[in-house]
């Protein structure tokens, strides 16, 4: 008896690669959010970047804030996960608090200050925004998908 075996792991096409980011939703205690306005694009957003291998998301979003801001953060608890369909990024969000440090620029970042939501509303893009916005109500972690520009709502 002669038996067919495929090699069904050379024929099924390649897995999807995504890139993890972290990012911090830093609140002070007078409710102001920190946020950095880019060097390369000049767009508002929260701190964060790319999750090196090494390290945790938490110690991620510390080193992140950090580097970006110059502002030390405890890392609270993650308050959201949003995928950028269009890029294949998924980003993680955790509230912070401050802990030290003083507000400076990066080589990424040409302003830094503390926002307050109605600040964030007007200066950033809706799928950046939502991020400080889900990490002030508590309801979180949310779940949010979108495609660089604009949230995507799913159907369920």
Not at 25 to 34: I, K, P, Q, S, T
Request: aromatic residues 4%; negative net charge; glycine residues 8%.
């Amino acid at each position: 008896m002669l038996l067919y075996m495929s090699n069904s792991a050379q024929e099924a096409p390649s897995t999807p690669k995504h890139s993890v980011s972290v990012a911090g939703a830093v609140v002070r205690e007078d409710g102001r959010l920190l946020a950095i306005r880019r060097a390369d694009n000049g767009t508002w957003e929260l701190p964060g970047g790319v999750l090196e291998l090494e390290e945790s998301p938490e110690q991620g979003v510390s080193r992140e804030v950090w580097e970006e801001t110059g502002i030390h953060v405890e890392v609270d608890q993650l308050t959201g996960v949003y995928k950028n369909t269009a890029r294949g990024i998924v980003a993680m969000v955790f509230r912070c608090k401050p802990s030290g440090g003083t507000e400076r620029t990066s080589a990424e970042s040409t302003a830094v200050d503390w926002l307050t939501p109605e600040q964030i509303t007007e200066r950033m893009s809706e799928v950046y925004a939502i991020r400080l916005l889900d990490a002030l109500d508590g309801a979180g972690p949310h779940v949010r998908s979108h495609d660089g520009k604009h949230l995507i709502t799913s159907a369920h």
